[in-house]
């Protein structure tokens, strides 16, 4: 079963605008993480912003912030003043459990294009 | 502190060879992970090492083995290569011991298998 969904394969935005980028999960684990990681053209993956399921509040770093929504399982990561630098893709990941165990599920990915 | 480093960065191999991937994770940090990453199947978890031992394991066959190094260096070997292992395999460092802590990722490994 898809742990992780994201439903636009790509996006675009001008910059300086905002843009909400989808993330949906399904696990039964009551403690998990959530991650965010963006990849350039290089190929490296960068981390941006991570949300544990037991955090009070949404998750936050800099013009990335983490929409949380428990109980639509969905985690959706907002950019805020877009940049042209900021076209790359971005995958959602989950990590299920407790104890460090690093084991991400990945989603597909969703493609953002920054226009000036 | 350095970055995670993978070598090396290109690699192009024929079906039924062998290869070995290596990874340095960031100094200090015990955990290593393997993924992945083809247009088709996108990032899938190959293994985790922590300590030395093998802590995780994804759904990939008997051909893909790792081992991890006292240091904390880590190998990926994979055996009797077939077109389908053409990806980019990335690995990711962290501490290890914390449900929270970030995977840091280093730039990958291109194998193209012909």
């Known amino acids: 079963a898809q742990k992780i969904t994201q439903t636009q394969p790509g996006m675009f935005v001008q910059e300086k605008e905002a843009v909400t980028l989808d993330c949906t999960y399904d696990?039964?684990?009551?403690?998990?993480?959530l991650f965010w990681y963006k990849q350039p053209s290089s190929g490296e993956m960068i981390f941006l912003i991570y949300?544990?399921?037991?955090?009070?509040q949404n998750a936050t770093e800099g013009r990335y912030s983490l929409n949380f929504q428990k109980a639509r399982k969905s985690a959706n990561l907002v950019i805020s003043a877009s940049q042209l630098g900021d076209s790359a893709m971005y995958f959602c990941?989950?990590?299920?459990?407790?104890?460090?165990?690093?084991?991400?599920?990945f989603g597909a990915g969703t493609r953002l294009a920054v226009h000036p | 502190k350095a970055g995670v480093t993978q070598t090396p960065r290109y690699l192009i191999k024929t079906r039924g060879q062998q290869v070995t991937l290596s990874c340095s994770p960031i100094?200090?940090?015990?955990?290593v992970s393997w993924y992945q990453q083809t247009p088709g199947q996108g990032l899938q978890f190959l293994f985790e090492?922590?300590?030395?031992?093998?802590?995780n394991k994804g759904n990939f066959p008997g051909r893909f083995s790792g081992r991890q190094f006292s240091n904390s260096r880590s190998e990926m070997n994979v055996s009797t290569l077939e077109l389908g292992d053409s990806a980019l395999y990335l690995c990711?460092?962290?501490?290890?011991?914390?449900?929270?802590?970030?995977?840091?990722f280093g730039p990958g490994t291109r194998l193209t298998v012909l």
């Open positions: 100094s200090g940090h015990r955990s």
């Open positions: 090492y922590f300590s030395e031992t093998q802590r």
């Open positions: 990941a989950m990590r299920e459990g407790s104890g460090g165990y690093n084991k991400l599920i």
């Open positions: 696990t039964s684990d009551p403690s998990y993480g």
């Open positions: 949300q544990g399921s037991y955090d009070q």
């Open positions: 990711a460092s962290s501490d290890g011991t914390s449900g929270g802590d970030e995977q840091f």
